[in-house]
């Protein structure tokens, strides 16, 4: 028979940095989820992706157990760690504050998913070129 699930949280952390502090704590704390046991199994699945913003989806049974998937890291990410820029403009639309090629559009969307073909390029390019 199948787990009723409870609900579902979605986070935003740094892979493998997981701690009971906000926004952690509260959000698992809400739905009664063992805090420290999420910690540990995040922070062991996302060793190789150290630092990087990891958007994860927690799925909340009713007998307090969970499940989780692991995403890759935003484009917004990729992009600021190719143009190595810290943050971004304090006038958007204004203010340019870095430019990318479509050679590294093309090789980070590659990299953020792996699924993307030639065929798909011309829009995964336009879209992920917005944000530089």
């Known amino acids: 028979m199948a787990k009723e699930i409870s609900g579902f949280i979605k986070l935003q952390i740094k892979g493998g940095q997981a701690n009971p502090a906000p926004p952690v704590g509260p959000a698992l704390g809400q739905r009664g989820v063992n805090i420290m046991e999420f910690c540990k199994a995040f922070n062991d699945k996302t060793k190789s992706m150290a630092g990087k913003p990891v958007p994860v989806e927690i799925t909340v049974y009713k007998d307090k157990k969970f ?3 692991i995403k890759s890291p935003p484009a ?3 992009i600021k760690e190719a143009v ?8 958007p639309g204004r203010n340019i504050v870095a430019s990318i090629s479509k050679k590294t559009i093309r090789r980070h969307c590659y990299s953020k998913n792996e699924w ?3 065929s798909r390029f011309r829009w995964s390019g336009k ?3 917005r944000f530089s």
Request: charged share 35%; proline share 0%.
């Open 76 to 78: 917004s990410y990729f």
């Open 67 to 69: 499940d989780f998937k």
């Open 116 to 118: 993307f073909k030639c």
């Open 84 to 91: 190595k820029l810290k943050g971004g403009s304090k006038e």
């Open 127 to 129: 879209n992920y070129s």
